[in-house]
């Protein structure tokens, strides 16, 4: 397990809640992708709760094991970890339509709104006026497009205001990757939902590489291979 002390020898810079805010309500995809900013938070003495609400995540085995890791870290770090629904139902419902929609099209977007949405509304309701996002940190999102979500959602809810910290600056995308490593976290090959499942076994198939198995790969020292998250 990576340790505070490991941790500061790479930490390059002291983070800061904007605009005087206290209290951060951070919305967490995965153990990968909060790794880093999690740990960042703690070395910085910023008080946080990480918030879990994916329920785009498909098939509930892939869920289950992405839940899980970003609930024993937080656990390992003594950070509140606030589990929230599965609604898949609902998400189905607000990408309806957009099934075909490319990666960071229309669909990512209404995915990203719910989630901030639901994120903003808890924040609301338990006395949190900051949120923000960990997925931002992965090269494969646009950033822009998270931050507009983020702003919009916490705009729907009085107090509530979004951070839009570039968490990929100051070696974050770097630190991400140890990170994973020496805590051998599991390494996700697509972003989450059935349709980018569908379509990453379709390009897979594409350029002769076998299907995407649930479950079969964590990072470690060794693992040369990159993973979505990154
Ligand atoms: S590709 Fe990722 S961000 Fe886009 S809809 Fe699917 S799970 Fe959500």
Redesign the pocket.
Known sequence: MITHADFSKFMTDKLELPNGHSNLLLHSCCAPCSGDIMLRLIESDIKYTIFFYNP?IHPKEEYILRKKENQEFAKKHNIPFIDSDYDVRNWFQG?KGLEYEP?RGK??TN??DMRFIKTAKYAFHNNFSLISSTLGISRWKDMNQINQSGVQAASQFPGIDYWTFNWRKNKGSENMIKISKKENFYMQEY???V??LRDTNAWRKKNNRSEITIGLKYYSESNKDSSYSE
Request: hydrophobic letters at 15%; glycine letters at 8%; aromatic letters at 16%.
């Open positions: 785009n990408v990666e669909r990512c995915c990203f972003c989450g939902c349709y980018s």
